[in-house]
Protein backbone atom coordinates (compact mmCIF):
# COMPACT_ATOMS: atom_id res chain seq x y z
CA UNK A 1 0.00 0.00 0.00
CA UNK A 2 1.40 3.28 -0.73
CA UNK A 3 1.12 7.16 -0.75
CA UNK A 4 -2.62 8.84 -0.01
CA UNK A 5 -3.80 5.52 1.75
CA UNK A 6 -6.79 5.82 3.46
CA UNK A 7 -7.44 5.16 7.26
CA UNK A 8 -11.47 5.17 8.80
CA UNK A 9 -11.42 4.88 12.64
CA UNK A 10 -14.98 4.11 13.81
CA UNK A 11 -15.40 5.61 16.91
CA UNK A 12 -13.48 8.83 18.59
CA UNK A 13 -13.31 7.20 22.27
CA UNK A 14 -10.68 6.16 23.89
CA UNK A 15 -9.09 3.52 21.74
CA UNK A 16 -10.12 4.97 18.19
CA UNK A 17 -8.39 8.59 19.36
CA UNK A 18 -5.01 7.18 20.42
CA UNK A 19 -5.12 4.96 17.30
CA UNK A 20 -6.08 8.15 14.78
CA UNK A 21 -3.62 10.11 17.02
CA UNK A 22 0.25 7.45 16.68
CA UNK A 23 -1.57 6.30 13.22
CA UNK A 24 -0.91 9.38 11.55
CA UNK A 25 2.07 9.84 9.31
CA UNK A 26 2.48 12.42 6.06
CA UNK A 27 1.53 10.02 3.64
CA UNK A 28 -2.18 8.58 4.78
CA UNK A 29 -5.24 10.20 6.07
CA UNK A 30 -6.34 9.13 9.40
CA UNK A 31 -10.73 10.50 9.69
CA UNK A 32 -12.50 9.45 13.20
CA UNK A 33 -16.15 8.67 12.17
CA UNK A 34 -18.08 9.57 15.70
CA UNK A 35 -21.77 9.48 16.02
CA UNK A 36 -21.66 12.26 18.81
CA UNK A 37 -20.93 15.53 18.73
CA UNK A 38 -17.66 15.48 20.52
CA UNK A 39 -15.45 12.48 20.96
CA UNK A 40 -14.45 10.98 23.94
CA UNK A 41 -17.73 11.54 26.15
CA UNK A 42 -17.24 8.02 27.77
CA UNK A 43 -13.81 9.47 28.92
CA UNK A 44 -15.83 12.27 30.46
CA UNK A 45 -17.84 10.20 32.76
CA UNK A 46 -14.86 7.73 33.74
CA UNK A 47 -13.41 7.44 37.34
CA UNK A 48 -16.55 10.09 38.34
CA UNK A 49 -15.16 12.47 36.62
CA UNK A 50 -11.75 12.25 37.39
CA UNK A 51 -10.36 9.56 34.85
CA UNK A 52 -8.57 6.88 36.53
CA UNK A 53 -6.71 6.17 32.83
CA UNK A 54 -4.50 3.61 33.88
CA UNK A 55 -2.62 1.41 36.64
CA UNK A 56 0.59 0.84 37.67
CA UNK A 57 -0.07 -2.91 38.18
CA UNK A 58 -0.48 -3.48 34.60
CA UNK A 59 -0.63 -7.28 35.02
CA UNK A 60 -3.54 -10.14 33.30
CA UNK A 61 -4.55 -10.77 36.85
CA UNK A 62 -6.73 -7.69 36.84
CA UNK A 63 -8.25 -8.70 33.43
CA UNK A 64 -11.10 -11.38 32.87
CA UNK A 65 -10.92 -13.08 29.00
CA UNK A 66 -11.69 -16.54 27.51
CA UNK A 67 -8.33 -16.21 26.29
CA UNK A 68 -6.26 -14.87 29.20
CA UNK A 69 -3.01 -16.89 27.39
CA UNK A 70 -3.15 -14.45 24.32
CA UNK A 71 -3.74 -11.28 26.10
CA UNK A 72 -0.23 -12.02 28.16
CA UNK A 73 1.56 -11.58 25.47
CA UNK A 74 0.82 -7.84 25.30
CA UNK A 75 -0.17 -6.77 29.04
CA UNK A 76 3.89 -6.28 29.81
CA UNK A 77 6.43 -3.63 31.03
CA UNK A 78 7.73 -2.65 27.01
CA UNK A 79 3.71 -2.20 26.33
CA UNK A 80 3.29 -0.24 29.95
CA UNK A 81 6.35 1.99 29.02
CA UNK A 82 4.59 2.85 25.40
CA UNK A 83 1.31 3.89 26.86
CA UNK A 84 2.95 6.51 29.75
CA UNK A 85 4.92 7.61 26.81
CA UNK A 86 2.35 8.32 24.80
CA UNK A 87 0.43 10.45 27.72
CA UNK A 88 3.66 11.94 28.49
CA UNK A 89 3.79 13.37 24.31
CA UNK A 90 0.74 14.68 24.99
CA UNK A 91 1.36 16.72 28.04
CA UNK A 92 -0.59 14.76 30.40
CA UNK A 93 1.51 15.23 34.13
CA UNK A 94 0.06 12.04 36.38
CA UNK A 95 -0.98 11.66 39.84
CA UNK A 96 -0.81 8.52 40.75
CA UNK A 97 -2.80 6.98 44.46
CA UNK A 98 -2.48 3.43 45.23
CA UNK A 99 -1.13 2.66 41.73
CA UNK A 100 -4.52 4.63 40.46
CA UNK A 101 -2.95 6.92 37.71
CA UNK A 102 -5.16 10.77 37.05
CA UNK A 103 -4.82 13.34 35.59
CA UNK A 104 -2.78 15.82 37.84
CA UNK A 105 -5.58 18.45 37.56
CA UNK A 106 -8.10 15.82 38.66
CA UNK A 107 -10.24 16.35 35.80
CA UNK A 108 -11.12 13.61 32.95
CA UNK A 109 -11.54 16.48 30.63
CA UNK A 110 -8.07 16.98 30.62
CA UNK A 111 -7.53 13.60 28.67
CA UNK A 112 -10.33 14.06 26.42
CA UNK A 113 -9.31 17.44 25.54
CA UNK A 114 -5.60 16.62 25.31
CA UNK A 115 -6.62 13.81 22.87
CA UNK A 116 -9.03 16.04 20.59
CA UNK A 117 -6.32 18.65 20.45
CA UNK A 118 -3.69 16.19 19.75
CA UNK A 119 -5.56 14.36 17.23
CA UNK A 120 -6.36 17.80 15.46
CA UNK A 121 -2.50 18.96 16.03
CA UNK A 122 -1.36 15.94 13.76
CA UNK A 123 -4.12 16.38 11.87
CA UNK A 124 -6.08 13.54 11.96
CA UNK A 125 -10.18 14.06 10.49
CA UNK A 126 -12.78 14.26 12.93
CA UNK A 127 -16.21 13.85 11.95
CA UNK A 128 -18.80 14.00 14.51
CA UNK A 129 -22.60 13.69 13.87
CA UNK A 130 -21.80 10.59 11.91
CA UNK A 131 -23.65 7.16 12.60
CA UNK A 132 -22.04 4.18 11.03
CA UNK A 133 -24.53 1.23 10.14
CA UNK A 134 -22.55 -1.21 7.70
CA UNK A 135 -19.55 -1.75 6.30
CA UNK A 136 -19.00 -4.09 3.45
CA UNK A 137 -15.29 -4.96 1.15
CA UNK A 138 -15.29 -5.04 -2.47
CA UNK A 139 -11.47 -4.08 -3.06
CA UNK A 140 -12.34 -1.33 -0.47
CA UNK A 141 -14.40 -0.72 2.18
CA UNK A 142 -17.51 1.01 2.27
CA UNK A 143 -18.78 2.25 5.10
CA UNK A 144 -22.47 3.08 5.12
CA UNK A 145 -23.60 6.15 7.40
CA UNK A 146 -26.58 8.83 7.60
CA UNK A 147 -24.33 11.30 5.98
CA UNK A 148 -23.52 9.29 2.64
CA UNK A 149 -20.78 6.16 1.87
CA UNK A 150 -17.35 6.53 3.00
CA UNK A 151 -14.38 5.14 0.77
CA UNK A 152 -11.17 3.45 2.97
CA UNK A 153 -8.38 0.68 2.83
CA UNK A 154 -8.32 0.12 6.39
CA UNK A 155 -10.61 0.74 8.45
CA UNK A 156 -10.41 0.29 12.38
CA UNK A 157 -13.66 -1.01 14.82
CA UNK A 158 -12.96 1.61 17.50
CA UNK A 159 -16.80 1.07 18.58
CA UNK A 160 -16.90 0.19 22.23
CA UNK A 161 -18.93 -2.44 23.60
CA UNK A 162 -23.08 -1.58 25.05
CA UNK A 163 -21.69 -0.61 28.22
CA UNK A 164 -23.18 2.82 29.03
CA UNK A 165 -24.87 3.17 25.57
CA UNK A 166 -25.50 7.21 26.21
CA UNK A 167 -22.38 7.90 25.95
CA UNK A 168 -22.65 6.55 22.08
CA UNK A 169 -21.23 2.65 22.51
CA UNK A 170 -24.47 0.86 21.67
CA UNK A 171 -22.94 -2.39 20.52
CA UNK A 172 -23.12 -2.01 16.31
CA UNK A 173 -19.26 -3.03 16.08
CA UNK A 174 -20.19 -6.77 17.02
CA UNK A 175 -22.89 -6.74 14.27
CA UNK A 176 -20.19 -5.30 11.87
CA UNK A 177 -17.10 -7.49 13.31
CA UNK A 178 -20.41 -10.58 12.31
CA UNK A 179 -20.39 -9.66 9.09
CA UNK A 180 -16.89 -10.00 8.29
CA UNK A 181 -17.22 -13.75 10.29
CA UNK A 182 -16.10 -12.93 13.52
CA UNK A 183 -17.62 -14.78 16.61
CA UNK A 184 -19.27 -12.93 19.28
CA UNK A 185 -18.83 -14.17 22.93
CA UNK A 186 -21.82 -12.64 24.25
CA UNK A 187 -21.50 -9.79 25.88
CA UNK A 188 -23.05 -8.51 29.32
CA UNK A 189 -22.34 -6.19 31.90
CA UNK A 190 -19.63 -5.98 33.93
CA UNK A 191 -18.71 -3.45 36.81
CA UNK A 192 -22.26 -3.33 37.63
CA UNK A 193 -24.61 -3.59 40.79
CA UNK A 194 -25.80 -7.38 41.66
CA UNK A 195 -29.89 -7.69 42.42
CA UNK A 196 -31.62 -10.26 44.97
CA UNK A 197 -34.85 -10.56 45.59
CA UNK A 198 -35.15 -11.04 49.48
CA UNK A 199 -37.34 -9.13 51.31
CA UNK A 200 -35.14 -7.66 53.56
CA UNK A 201 -33.51 -5.60 50.60
CA UNK A 202 -36.18 -2.53 51.69
CA UNK A 203 -34.86 -2.46 54.97
CA UNK A 204 -31.11 -2.51 54.11
CA UNK A 205 -31.32 -0.16 51.45
CA UNK A 206 -29.32 3.28 52.00
CA UNK A 207 -26.48 1.49 54.25
CA UNK A 208 -23.30 1.73 53.07
CA UNK A 209 -20.69 0.04 55.42
CA UNK A 210 -17.32 -1.08 55.26
CA UNK A 211 -17.11 -5.14 54.86
CA UNK A 212 -15.27 -8.42 52.65
CA UNK A 213 -17.24 -10.05 50.14
CA UNK A 214 -16.02 -13.78 49.16
CA UNK A 215 -17.65 -14.43 45.85
CA UNK A 216 -19.22 -18.43 46.35
CA UNK A 217 -19.89 -20.39 43.00
CA UNK A 218 -21.63 -23.43 43.53
CA UNK A 219 -19.51 -23.54 46.84
CA UNK A 220 -16.61 -22.88 45.82
CA UNK A 221 -14.75 -19.56 46.90
CA UNK A 222 -13.43 -17.97 44.43
CA UNK A 223 -13.04 -14.00 44.80
CA UNK A 224 -12.67 -11.89 47.46
CA UNK A 225 -13.22 -8.11 48.15
CA UNK A 226 -12.69 -5.70 50.78
CA UNK A 227 -14.32 -1.93 51.07
CA UNK A 228 -16.99 -0.57 51.15
CA UNK A 229 -20.29 -2.25 49.99
CA UNK A 230 -23.53 0.05 49.36
CA UNK A 231 -26.62 -2.08 50.34
CA UNK A 232 -30.05 -0.63 47.85
CA UNK A 233 -33.60 -1.44 47.86
CA UNK A 234 -32.69 -4.09 44.59
CA UNK A 235 -29.03 -5.48 45.85
CA UNK A 236 -25.80 -4.71 46.60
CA UNK A 237 -23.23 -1.84 44.75
CA UNK A 238 -20.33 0.01 45.60
CA UNK A 239 -16.42 -0.63 43.98
CA UNK A 240 -15.96 -4.37 45.85
CA UNK A 241 -19.35 -5.46 43.90
CA UNK A 242 -18.52 -4.49 40.71
CA UNK A 243 -15.11 -5.90 41.29
CA UNK A 244 -16.72 -9.50 41.60
CA UNK A 245 -19.19 -8.89 39.02
CA UNK A 246 -17.58 -10.11 35.94
CA UNK A 247 -17.39 -13.67 37.28
CA UNK A 248 -20.35 -13.36 39.17
CA UNK A 249 -22.58 -12.90 36.01
CA UNK A 250 -21.09 -15.31 33.63
CA UNK A 251 -21.51 -17.22 35.77
CA UNK A 252 -25.42 -16.51 36.98
CA UNK A 253 -26.79 -19.03 34.30
CA UNK A 254 -25.30 -22.16 35.04
CA UNK A 255 -23.96 -22.23 38.43
CA UNK A 256 -25.38 -21.15 42.12
CA UNK A 257 -23.69 -17.89 42.65
CA UNK A 258 -23.98 -15.95 45.78
CA UNK A 259 -22.18 -13.65 48.21
CA UNK A 260 -21.26 -13.92 51.48
CA UNK A 261 -20.74 -10.83 53.19
CA UNK A 262 -18.43 -9.97 56.53
CA UNK A 263 -19.95 -7.16 57.84
CA UNK A 264 -17.45 -7.36 60.46
CA UNK A 265 -13.68 -7.82 59.21
CA UNK A 266 -11.66 -6.10 60.84
CA UNK A 267 -12.42 -8.89 63.90
CA UNK A 268 -10.52 -11.83 63.50
CA UNK A 269 -12.04 -14.05 66.63
CA UNK A 270 -15.75 -12.84 66.41
CA UNK A 271 -17.22 -14.97 69.35
CA UNK A 272 -14.51 -14.45 71.37
CA UNK A 273 -14.91 -10.86 70.84
CA UNK A 274 -18.91 -10.97 71.40
CA UNK A 275 -18.23 -12.66 74.46
CA UNK A 276 -15.58 -9.90 75.61
CA UNK A 277 -17.76 -7.37 75.03
CA UNK A 278 -20.61 -8.90 76.54
CA UNK A 279 -18.87 -9.16 79.71
CA UNK A 280 -17.43 -5.54 80.08
CA UNK A 281 -20.55 -3.97 79.07
CA UNK A 282 -23.65 -3.83 81.15
CA UNK A 283 -26.03 -3.81 77.46
CA UNK A 284 -28.77 -5.49 75.60
CA UNK A 285 -27.56 -7.25 72.23
CA UNK A 286 -29.17 -4.46 70.29
CA UNK A 287 -27.32 -1.94 71.93
CA UNK A 288 -24.04 -4.45 72.03
CA UNK A 289 -24.06 -4.24 68.27
CA UNK A 290 -24.89 -0.79 67.60
CA UNK A 291 -21.29 0.40 68.89
CA UNK A 292 -19.65 -2.12 65.92
CA UNK A 293 -22.33 -1.84 63.18
CA UNK A 294 -24.75 0.35 61.33
CA UNK A 295 -28.17 0.04 63.83
CA UNK A 296 -30.31 -0.48 60.50
CA UNK A 297 -28.26 -3.55 59.99
CA UNK A 298 -27.72 -5.03 63.65
CA UNK A 299 -31.71 -4.64 63.26
CA UNK A 300 -32.62 -6.48 60.30
CA UNK A 301 -30.21 -9.64 61.60
CA UNK A 302 -31.69 -9.77 64.84
CA UNK A 303 -34.77 -9.61 62.93
CA UNK A 304 -34.07 -12.40 60.49
CA UNK A 305 -32.85 -14.26 63.42
CA UNK A 306 -35.74 -13.21 65.41
CA UNK A 307 -33.60 -12.83 68.49
CA UNK A 308 -35.27 -10.92 71.33
CA UNK A 309 -33.65 -7.12 70.89
CA UNK A 310 -33.79 -7.00 74.89
CA UNK A 311 -31.55 -10.64 75.69
CA UNK A 312 -28.37 -9.89 76.78
CA UNK A 313 -26.21 -11.75 74.32
CA UNK A 314 -24.63 -14.43 76.92
CA UNK A 315 -28.96 -15.05 77.06
CA UNK A 316 -29.00 -16.05 73.57
CA UNK A 317 -29.14 -20.08 73.10
CA UNK A 318 -26.57 -21.54 71.19
CA UNK A 319 -28.34 -21.63 67.78
CA UNK A 320 -28.92 -17.56 68.52
CA UNK A 321 -25.75 -17.26 68.93
CA UNK A 322 -24.53 -19.42 65.49
CA UNK A 323 -27.54 -18.01 63.36
CA UNK A 324 -25.98 -14.24 64.69
CA UNK A 325 -22.67 -14.96 63.94
CA UNK A 326 -23.25 -16.20 60.45
CA UNK A 327 -24.65 -13.23 59.46
CA UNK A 328 -22.50 -10.74 61.04
CA UNK A 329 -19.93 -12.24 59.19
CA UNK A 330 -21.09 -14.48 56.58
CA UNK A 331 -24.64 -13.00 55.45
CA UNK A 332 -25.30 -14.70 52.55
CA UNK A 333 -26.26 -12.47 49.77
CA UNK A 334 -27.90 -15.09 46.69
CA UNK A 335 -27.19 -13.07 43.21
CA UNK A 336 -30.26 -13.81 41.19
CA UNK A 337 -29.53 -10.78 38.23
CA UNK A 338 -27.70 -7.77 37.74
CA UNK A 339 -28.32 -4.22 36.08
CA UNK A 340 -28.31 -3.74 32.58
CA UNK A 341 -26.11 -1.93 30.70
CA UNK A 342 -27.27 1.38 31.53
CA UNK A 343 -25.61 1.11 34.67
CA UNK A 344 -22.77 -1.00 33.24
CA UNK A 345 -19.07 0.25 33.45
CA UNK A 346 -18.16 -2.35 30.49
CA UNK A 347 -19.28 -5.30 29.12
CA UNK A 348 -17.43 -8.94 29.05
CA UNK A 349 -17.52 -11.25 26.52
CA UNK A 350 -17.19 -9.96 22.96
CA UNK A 351 -14.93 -10.76 19.64
CA UNK A 352 -12.17 -13.37 20.71
CA UNK A 353 -8.82 -12.93 20.98
CA UNK A 354 -7.90 -15.71 19.21
CA UNK A 355 -9.76 -14.00 16.09
CA UNK A 356 -7.03 -11.30 15.85
CA UNK A 357 -3.55 -11.12 15.38
CA UNK A 358 -2.77 -9.98 18.86
CA UNK A 359 0.56 -7.92 18.77
CA UNK A 360 -1.66 -5.94 15.88
CA UNK A 361 -4.88 -6.07 16.62
CA UNK A 362 -5.85 -6.90 12.71
CA UNK A 363 -8.80 -8.93 11.79
CA UNK A 364 -7.21 -12.99 11.18
CA UNK A 365 -10.51 -13.66 8.47
CA UNK A 366 -10.33 -9.85 6.83
CA UNK A 367 -6.95 -7.63 5.74
CA UNK A 368 -6.96 -4.11 6.91
CA UNK A 369 -9.78 -4.62 9.40
CA UNK A 370 -8.81 -3.81 13.21
CA UNK A 371 -10.46 -4.53 15.97
CA UNK A 372 -9.51 -2.57 18.57
CA UNK A 373 -10.86 -1.57 22.56
CA UNK A 374 -13.72 -2.73 24.46
CA UNK A 375 -15.19 -4.47 21.61
CA UNK A 376 -12.64 -7.17 22.20
CA UNK A 377 -13.16 -10.19 24.81
CA UNK A 378 -11.71 -8.52 27.32
CA UNK A 379 -12.94 -6.94 30.29
CA UNK A 380 -10.72 -5.16 34.04
CA UNK A 381 -11.46 -4.45 36.85
CA UNK A 382 -11.81 -0.91 38.55
CA UNK A 383 -8.73 0.79 38.98
CA UNK A 384 -7.95 1.94 35.40
CA UNK A 385 -7.18 -0.95 33.40
CA UNK A 386 -10.38 -0.90 31.12
CA UNK A 387 -8.91 2.47 29.69
CA UNK A 388 -5.71 1.12 29.70
CA UNK A 389 -6.88 -1.98 27.89
CA UNK A 390 -8.36 0.88 25.54
CA UNK A 391 -4.71 2.97 25.37
CA UNK A 392 -2.96 -0.62 24.51
CA UNK A 393 -5.02 -1.80 21.49
CA UNK A 394 -5.08 1.72 19.61
CA UNK A 395 -1.36 2.09 19.85
CA UNK A 396 -0.77 -1.39 19.12
CA UNK A 397 -3.42 -0.96 15.99
CA UNK A 398 -1.48 2.12 15.27
CA UNK A 399 1.68 0.84 14.86
CA UNK A 400 1.01 -2.17 12.52
CA UNK A 401 -1.22 0.79 10.45
CA UNK A 402 1.74 3.07 9.58
CA UNK A 403 4.47 -0.42 9.30
CA UNK A 404 1.71 -0.59 6.23
CA UNK A 405 3.30 2.10 4.14
CA UNK A 406 6.51 3.64 5.76
C1 LIG B 1 -19.34 5.57 34.12
C2 LIG B 1 -18.07 4.93 33.63
C3 LIG B 1 -16.90 5.10 34.34
C4 LIG B 1 -15.71 4.49 33.90
N1 LIG B 1 -14.56 4.74 34.60
C5 LIG B 1 -13.39 4.18 34.17
C6 LIG B 1 -12.17 4.48 34.82
O1 LIG B 1 -12.10 5.34 35.72
N2 LIG B 1 -11.05 3.82 34.40
C7 LIG B 1 -11.08 2.92 33.36
O2 LIG B 1 -10.03 2.36 33.03
N3 LIG B 1 -12.22 2.66 32.68
C8 LIG B 1 -13.37 3.28 33.05
N4 LIG B 1 -14.53 3.04 32.35
C9 LIG B 1 -14.47 2.14 31.17
C10 LIG B 1 -13.86 2.86 29.94
O3 LIG B 1 -14.44 4.14 29.80
C11 LIG B 1 -14.08 2.04 28.68
O4 LIG B 1 -13.58 0.74 28.87
C12 LIG B 1 -13.40 2.67 27.46
O5 LIG B 1 -13.90 3.96 27.22
C13 LIG B 1 -13.60 1.81 26.22
O6 LIG B 1 -12.98 2.45 25.14
P1 LIG B 1 -13.46 2.15 23.66
O7 LIG B 1 -12.65 3.02 22.78
O8 LIG B 1 -13.47 0.71 23.38
O9 LIG B 1 -15.01 2.61 23.60
P2 LIG B 1 -15.69 4.00 23.92
O10 LIG B 1 -14.82 4.84 24.75
O11 LIG B 1 -17.04 3.65 24.40
O12 LIG B 1 -15.78 4.70 22.51
C14 LIG B 1 -16.58 4.22 21.46
C15 LIG B 1 -16.95 5.39 20.59
O13 LIG B 1 -17.55 4.92 19.38
C16 LIG B 1 -18.63 5.75 19.06
N5 LIG B 1 -19.59 4.97 18.28
C17 LIG B 1 -20.28 3.88 18.66
N6 LIG B 1 -21.07 3.44 17.68
C18 LIG B 1 -20.88 4.27 16.64
C19 LIG B 1 -21.41 4.34 15.32
N7 LIG B 1 -22.32 3.45 14.89
N8 LIG B 1 -21.00 5.33 14.50
C20 LIG B 1 -20.09 6.24 14.92
N9 LIG B 1 -19.54 6.23 16.15
C21 LIG B 1 -19.93 5.25 17.00
C22 LIG B 1 -19.19 6.14 20.43
O14 LIG B 1 -20.00 7.29 20.36
C23 LIG B 1 -17.94 6.32 21.25
O15 LIG B 1 -17.47 7.65 21.21
C24 LIG B 1 -15.71 3.66 32.75
C25 LIG B 1 -16.89 3.50 32.02
C26 LIG B 1 -18.07 4.14 32.44
C27 LIG B 1 -19.34 3.98 31.62
Redesign the pocket.
Known amino acids: MGDDMKVFI???????LVCAIKSKTSNNEVTI????NK?????L????G?????NEDFTTSHYHSSNLDILGKIINDENKKEILSFFDSIGIVPKIQNNYYYPITNQAITIQESLVREAKRVGVNIIND????KITYKDKYYIE?NKGIYESDIVVL????K??PK????G??YEISSSFNHHILKPLPS?VQLKGSEHYLKEWQGIRTDAKLSLVIDNKVVKEEVGEIQLTDYGISGIVTYQLSSIAIRALKEHQVWININFLPWIDDIKAYLDERDKKLDLNISELLDGILNYKLSNLILKKNKINYEKKYHELSDIEKNNLIRDLTSFRFVVQGYNDFDS???CSGGIPLKEININTMESLYQTNLYI????LDVD?E?????????WLT?ILASLDIRSKHD
Open positions: IGGGASGLERNCGKKIMTGNHCNYFVLVSTASGSAATGSDIGLAQVIGELGCGGYNLGFAG
